[in-house]
């Protein structure tokens, strides 16, 4: 069947599974960025229980495959009594997964500032919370901001696992296409490009806007 | 006002202020010299709670700064009690440290509004007020990166005192800026002196300003005051050797 016409038969099944994954990216970014901040910012914390529970968070996260964590979250945690439904197990796991890398993005970002920062802020007396929201943050943001930008395209083609526990994807829906049609390379060829589209057509421009907005707000454009 | 009474302060091995005993009084310029590495910038900044002390206790207009009295005994302070002592004390650094994600107005206005609750109104007025006096009112809307180093300082001072500090302290404020723009950061200073009546610490290497503005000047050596007096004293007639050493080494290097 030539692609143009796979296209015109396949294509409302290929746009569903791209909206799922756009929600899939969108909310697991969400969690990530969430976890992270939380979790990068616990880590420098001065007290060594916070600290604790933060390296292990990191390492836990980082040193087991997503794919297990994912099954874990759906899979296990029902016999604990937690049930979540396939869809939000799914951007969870991811979100909680990329959330670890994130969190050190955020604690080095914040060691990048300068400890002059610091020290003129608590000579102003700012108390440590208003110091970190409106003087260091602000700062770490603009150096963490060109690597979360490579951190969620990974997570992008993270979300993909989903698929394994039937959240219906692109990456679901081409596997589907592909076992009913045998159509292997029009079906993953399509899911491919539009990986590729999303990362870069996308998530690239989205991120260089952003730094740009921080920049200015630095003064430095 | 300030008063540091058998002061330790050490990194490790290396005591780096070593059984302090100084005063200042209230409206009182003080200048502090000497060798780098003395324990110049330590002082100011034990002060400004930026460094722990090891031992002793400092006293800021009659109350201990980095301890609280509970129960009858002296116990190391909380945090809370530590900003509320700092709202006192201001600082200005070598390298500045303006913010700058903030505009020159905002970096005045961040303490002002963050810290001591005051509207954005009142805020702004008083920043703009600071800035009129150190001569950056038209800079107001800049970001530091858009500021000369001299430009950059002179924001520094008005950011500190809009925070209305007792005491002020400047740690070498003058060191990383071109020859040619030094004399508009001391003129601010300068006015400081002669116009209010704040208490200030001085860590400097301009003799010569030191010696025109300061009721008094301290020669540090070792973490040590070696020797002390009014700038006349000290400059026109230093009884100790090490004074007479240092201070002609700074003469040569003229
Ligand atoms: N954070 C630090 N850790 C270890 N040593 C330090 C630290 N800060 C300062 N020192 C040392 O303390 C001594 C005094 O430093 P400082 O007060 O900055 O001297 P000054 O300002 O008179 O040049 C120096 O020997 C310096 O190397
Ligand atoms: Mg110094």
């Excluded at chain 1, 396939?86 to 955020?106: D, K």
């Excluded at chain 2, 050490?10 to 409206?27: C, H, M, P, R, T």
Aim: glycine share 8%.
């Amino acid at each position: 069947m030539p692609i143009w016409e796979f296209l015109q038969r396949y294509s409302s099944v290929v746009m569903h599974g791209t909206w799922v994954t756009c929600l899939q990216f969108l909310l697991a970014a969400l969690v990530a960025v969430s976890i992270a901040l939380v979790i990068g910012i616990g880590k420098l914390s001065a007290n060594p229980l916070i600290r604790g529970a933060c390296v292990v968070y990191i390492e836990l996260f980082r040193g087991t495959s997503l794919l297990v964590q994912l099954y874990w979250i759906f899979f296990v945690l029902p016999l604990f009594g937690i049930t979540l439904p396939n869809f939000t197990a799914g951007f969870i796991s991811v979100g909680l997964n990329y959330g670890a890398y994130g969190a050190e993005l955020v604690r080095g970002a914040i060691q990048a500032v300068p400890r002059g920062q610091w020290e003129a802020a608590t000579a102003l007396s700012m108390s440590p919370f208003a110091r970190m929201r409106r003087i260091i943050l602000p700062q770490a943001i603009a150096i963490m901001l060109p690597p979360w930008g490579n951190l969620l395209i990974e997570l992008l083609k993270g979300t993909a696992l989903v698929s394994l526990i039937s959240v219906t994807d692109l990456m679901f829906q081409a596997k589907q296409i592909n076992a009913s049609t045998y159509l292997s390379a029009q079906a993953f060829g399509t899911a491919l490009i539009i990986y590729y589209l999303f990362a870069r057509g996308l998530i690239t421009p989205s991120m260089r806007w952003a730094e740009h907005a921080v920049a200015r707000r630095l003064g430095r454009s | 006002m300030v008063r540091f009474m058998n002061v330790n302060k050490s990194y490790g091995k290396l005591n780096v202020i070593e059984q302090l005993n100084f005063d200042v009084a209230e409206g009182e310029m003080v200048s502090i010299i000497g060798p780098s590495g003395s324990g110049k910038t330590t002082v100011l900044r034990t002060l400004m709670t930026l460094e722990t002390i090891n031992d002793g206790v400092i006293y800021v207009e009659g109350k201990p700064l980095t301890h609280m009295a509970k129960g009858g005994a002296l116990v190391p302070a909380d945090e809370r009690y530590l900003r509320r002592m700092r709202t006192s004390i201001g600082m200005c650094f070598q390298s500045f440290n303006l913010f700058p994600h903030m505009t020159a107005l905002q970096n005045c206005m961040e303490g002002p509004v963050q810290v001591l609750g005051l509207s954005k109104k009142e805020a702004r007025e008083r920043s703009e007020e600071l800035l009129h006096m150190v001569g950056m009112i038209d800079k107001r809307d800049q970001h530091p990166s858009r500021l000369s180093g001299g430009q950059q300082q002179r924001v520094a001072i008005a950011r500190a005192l809009a925070m209305r500090p007792k005491v002020m302290l400047f740690d070498e404020v003058t060191s990383a800026l071109d020859p040619e723009v030094i004399g508009e950061v001391t003129n601010v200073i300068r006015k400081l002196v002669t116009e209010h009546n704040l208490t200030m610490l001085m860590v400097t290497h301009q003799m010569g300003f030191a010696r025109d503005i300061s009721d008094r000047v301290c020669f540090f050596f070792g973490g040590k005051i070696e020797e002390q007096g009014t700038p006349s004293e000290l400059f026109g007639n230093p009884q100790r050797e090490r004074t007479k050493q240092f201070l002609s080494a700074v003469k040569e290097a003229i």
